[in-house]
């Protein structure tokens, strides 16, 4: 019986070199000169700097186009709110969201579901999905059914087996 996995990663390298990229063009920048402006990544969160609001939203802008340029969905970004500090600063807060949370995997099964094809099933297995089926073409189907819809997160496929 044919199957594969829907799952969300994150290519944490990718992300760390889209930030270095970020942080060496805050520093050659001449409208970031003096503004104390970088990006730290702890973890799953990327912390952002600047000493003022504007300051903070170019460098969010310069680090989603590296994002984007090294193939990392800017769907996996959960964006806290600005955090203003002394003397007008401000902070940001990014999580890197990974894996299918229980909520979204129900919508997704649902979704499957309600495409009505025959002998295709699936289930939640910790952070991702299992679906199988009978006939190899209406997994196809599914897989580009799930790409056409925006559940608000990136989804991958992969371990396609027959």
């Known amino acids: 019986m044919p199957t594969f996995d829907v799952v969300s990663e994150v290519n ?3 992300v760390k070199n889209a930030l270095d990229q970020a942080n060496r063009e805050a520093n050659t920048r001449f409208d970031f000169k003096d503004t104390g402006s970088s990006i730290e990544l702890s973890g799953q969160e990327l912390n952002l700097s600047s000493s ?3 300051r903070l939203k170019a460098l969010e802008q310069v680090l989603e186009e590296k994002l984007v340029k090294r193939e990392v ?3 996996c970004l959960d964006r806290q709110p600005v955090v203003e500090g002394s003397r007008g600063s401000a902070r ?3 999580k890197i969201v990974a894996g299918i949370s229980q909520d979204r995997a129900k919508q997704i099964n649902k979704y499957i579901k309600d495409l009505g094809l025959k002998g295709v ?3 939640t297995q910790g952070d991702s999905l299992r679906v199988s089926g009978k ?3 209406d ?3 599914v897989i580009a059914k799930l790409k056409e819809e925006d559940f608000g997160i990136p989804l991958q496929f992969n ?3 027959d």
């Open 73 to 75: 969905s800017l769907k």
């Open 12 to 14: 944490m390298q990718e």
């Open 121 to 123: 099933s699936s289930s």
């Open 135 to 137: 006939k190899r073409d």
């Open 92 to 94: 940001r807060v990014i």
């Open 159 to 161: 371990n396609f087996r």
């Open 139 to 141: 997994l196809q189907q």
């Open 52 to 54: 003022s609001q504007d």
